[in-house]
């Protein structure tokens, strides 16, 4: 093995409506979440590292996904932290006029709730939202 900025899926997940992109262990989990719904026409971009961000990488990924109608940025984090604020706009940017919509824990004061119980069930939301099919 070698370092790669971006991950992409393999050749089995190029036909897919959606991409999910992420950074982090979410990808770990929206992967088992994709294999639980057997939803193949779900593909998910890890993005290893956000600065510098690595366009170009990431332009050549975005392009192999010709039929992918939306993308969406997931994170764990609350929505005033983490990478979105960072990511969005180049996101938009580089979609080639796809819509980016983002699926991520609302603003807060802290990174996580507290209670271990709640923030389980925050993360099983994100997790399922991510996979929801809208407009």
Not at 27 to 52: F, G
Request: charge should be positive; aromatic fraction near 6%.
């Amino acid at each position: 093995g070698a370092f790669h900025c971006v991950l992409g899926d393999g050749k089995d997940y190029l036909n897919a409506e959606r991409l999910l992109i992420c950074s982090g262990k979410i990808s770990h989990e929206l992967r088992k979440e994709r294999k639980k719904l057997d939803a193949n026409d779900v593909s998910i971009i890890t993005i290893e590292q956000l600065y510098p961000l690595p366009e170009k990488e990431l332009v050549s990924m975005l392009k192999k996904y010709t039929s992918a109608k939306s993308i969406v940025w997931v994170q764990e984090e609350p929505a005033n932290m983490g990478a979105l604020s960072y990511i969005r706009p180049h996101l938009e940017r580089l979609s080639d006029g796809r819509k980016v919509t983002t699926v991520r824990r609302s603003a807060s004061a802290s990174p996580a709730t507290g209670s271990p119980k709640a923030h389980a069930l925050e993360q099983e939301a994100i997790i399922k939202l991510a996979f929801v099919k809208y407009e």
